[in-house]
């Protein structure tokens, strides 16, 4: 099975709306990590957020925030106000307990429309 | 400068030649990580590294292998590189709650 799950290949918001980019994940560790990541066209991976599975609070980093869904083992990422510049592919990544292997998902390639 | 830098940015061989890639953090980061990146497969873990002398196999290690002699330095080696080792190839480093991506080494295999 897979341990992390995109259904989104390809998203479209327009500039200055709110967008969600869906994450399920696999796990039967209590204690995990779950990540978010921006790719744009110039090829690096660029960390935008955190969230551990203890974490009582959702994570939050300027526009991003993860919505954190325990039961339902989904991590969705949403942007507020969105920008030109967020047009990129986002990536969902997941770390298991103590362990030190990532797994990630296949990607959701958002643009932004002006 | 400070971060996780990568050597070369871009490289072509030929099937059946050995090719080392490199990567160097100052972090002083414990774990290191090797991945590939190719369309419709995201991220793959190749290697990854706990601490110096100790590495272990990531999901895709065949044709690969590693070394970590020194704490800032993770090469990747392709013994005999193969045309489907054509990819875009991710060093990473790891603190507690971040991991962090070097620029990325694209890679041609004729």
């Known amino acids: 099975a897979q341990k992390i799950t995109q259904t989104q290949p390809g998203m479209f918001v327009q500039e200055k709306e709110a967008v969600t980019l869906d994450c399920t994940y696999d796990?039967?560790?209590?204690?995990?990590?779950l990540f978010w990541y921006k790719q744009p066209s110039s090829g690096e991976m660029i960390f935008l957020i955190y969230q551990g599975s203890y974490d009582q609070q959702n994570a939050t980093e300027g526009r991003y925030s993860l919505n954190f869904q325990k039961a339902r083992k989904s991590a969705n990422l949403v942007i507020s106000a969105s920008q030109l510049g967020d047009s990129a592919m986002y990536f969902c990544?997941?770390?298991?307990?103590?362990?030190?292997?990532?797994?990630f998902g296949t990607g959701t390639s958002l643009t932004v429309i002006p | 400068d400070a971060g996780i830098t990568q050597s070369p940015r871009y490289k072509i061989t030929e099937t059946g030649r050995q090719v080392t890639l490199m990567c160097h953090q100052t972090w002083s980061h414990s774990y290191m990580f090797w991945y590939r990146q190719d369309l419709g497969h995201g991220l793959r873990l190749i290697y990854y590294?706990?601490?110096?002398?100790?590495?272990d196999k990531g999901e895709v290690p065949d044709g690969y292998v590693v070394s970590r002699s020194k704490t800032e330095n993770f090469p990747l080696t392709l013994e005999s590189a193969t045309r489907s080792q054509t990819s875009v190839y991710f060093c990473a480093s790891s603190a507690v709650n971040e991991q962090f991506f070097g620029p990325g080494t694209r890679l041609t295999v004729l």
């Open positions: 990544a997941m770390r298991e307990g103590t362990g030190n292997q990532f797994y």
């Open positions: 796990t039967s560790d209590p204690s995990y990590g």
């Open positions: 590294s706990a601490a110096a002398d100790i590495t």
